[in-house]
């Protein structure tokens, strides 16, 4: 038992919901007679890179901030964090890889996508369809920045994390790492169960959108790209884990925004471009308004389920 509990404190609950989404991928990737296979080894790259610049840069802050305090030599102390990085990093990581491997396995539960649903839900709640009412407002500026701003989904959990990291809040950043991976893990699940694809791919032609054109470029080659290594693009709409993520962010900068550093300043910014993210998914033709919904309550269940597993998780043994 006290080995158990001292396994499970060790790895976290991040790593052994990650060991178990992995099994359960397993399961339903040999039931439905998949074989999965990780194509992406430029995203590997990327991502270990990322990683370990910010475990590079955060070791450097810890260990100048406390030479004074810890006489222990730099290499020594760095092997040290490179284990508790390891532990607390990896399943972003493995996470994010896992989501650029997907590719066609997304239809193989449900092989009818959900489209036409979607788009009778969003003109039933709203009496037109809102990703071609906003069209009204569109401007090559406008469209830039809401490109901008869509494509920071993932840098804003992942920078929000480096921040507690960087200042060793060790228990801010495992309940915020947390939310995510629950926002990732479920969110994968309701990709495979109920597929759909951006409204910009399917709205019929009568509605005869205009179409969107940046002012300085980013936008067209952002979506051009966009489209071009998305595994996805026809079944990742619902829920809208643009949303999910960046409601998560938010919604732990305004928690922990007393308990560390200019936590009000960051709480400012993260909410300013959550909310332009959020209005960019349908000003894009990225989503449905029903799959922003879905994302904002995903996002609050990985909220409040983070911390009570943090609070619940058993520490040492």
């Known amino acids: 038992m006290n080995f158990t509990r001292?396994?499970?404190?060790?790895?976290?609950?991040?790593?052994?919901?990650l060991i178990i989404y992995f099994l359960l991928m397993?399961?339903?990737?040999?039931?439905?007679?998949?074989?999965?296979?990780?194509?992406?080894?430029?995203?590997?790259?990327?991502?270990?890179?990322?990683?370990?610049?910010?475990?590079?840069?955060t070791t450097?802050?810890?260990?100048?901030?406390?030479?004074?305090?810890?006489?222990?030599?730099?290499?020594?102390f760095a092997l040290r964090q490179l284990k508790k990085f390891v532990i607390d990093w990896f399943p972003?990581?493995?996470?994010?890889?896992?989501?650029?491997?997907?590719?066609?396995?997304?239809?193989?539960?449900?092989?009818?996508?959900?489209?036409?649903?979607?788009?009778?839900a969003d003109i039933w709640l709203f009496g037109v369809e809102p990703t071609v009412w906003i069209q009204q407002f569109s401007h090559p500026i406008l469209t830039e920045y809401f490109a901008f701003t869509y494509s920071t989904?993932?840098?804003?959990?992942?920078?929000?994390?480096?921040?507690?990291?960087?200042?060793?809040?060790?228990?801010?950043?495992?309940?915020?790492?947390?939310?995510?991976?629950?926002?990732l893990c479920i969110g994968y699940v309701l990709y495979l169960t109920f597929p759909a694809g951006p409204p910009r791919f399917f709205i019929p032609e009568m509605f005869d959108p205009p179409q969107l054109v940046g002012a300085f470029g980013f936008y067209n080659?952002?979506?051009?790209?966009?489209?071009?290594?998305?595994?996805?693009?026809?079944?990742?709409?619902?829920?809208?884990?643009?949303v999910g993520l960046s409601?998560?962010?938010?919604?732990?900068?305004?928690?922990?925004?007393?308990?560390?550093?200019?936590?009000?300043?960051?709480?400012?910014?993260?909410?300013?471009?959550?909310?332009?993210?959020?209005?960019?998914?349908?000003y894009l033709r990225h989503h449905w308004t029903v799959d922003i919904f879905a994302g904002w309550a995903l996002a609050l269940g990985a909220f409040y389920s983070a911390q009570w597993m943090q609070k619940k998780w058993p520490?040492?043994?």
């Open 247 to 282: 409601s998560v962010a938010l919604l732990f900068a305004i928690k922990y925004r007393n308990a560390v550093p200019l936590g009000k300043v960051i709480q400012v910014v993260v909410g300013l471009l959550a909310l332009s993210l959020w209005i960019a998914t349908v």
């Open 26 to 57: 397993l399961v339903i990737f040999a039931f439905y007679g998949v074989r999965f296979k990780l194509d992406h080894h430029k995203l590997w790259s990327v991502l270990l890179s990322t990683v370990f610049v910010i475990y590079f840069s």
């Open 60 to 76: 450097l802050i810890h260990h100048a901030r406390h030479k004074e305090e810890d006489l222990t030599p730099f290499l020594p």
């Open 315 to 317: 520490v040492g043994g």
């Open 221 to 242: 080659s952002m979506q051009s790209r966009f489209d071009a290594v998305n595994p996805m693009m026809y079944r990742s709409s619902f829920p809208s884990l643009h």
């Open 153 to 183: 989904y993932l840098i804003l959990p992942l920078a929000l994390g480096w921040y507690y990291y960087a200042c060793r809040r060790d228990r801010e950043y495992h309940t915020l790492t947390m939310g995510v991976v629950l926002t």
């Open 92 to 120: 972003l990581v493995a996470l994010v890889t896992i989501y650029e491997n997907l590719r066609e396995y997304t239809g193989i539960i449900r092989t009818d996508q959900i489209d036409a649903a979607l788009m009778r």
């Open 6 to 17: 001292r396994f499970f404190s060790i790895i976290g609950p991040n790593n052994t919901l």
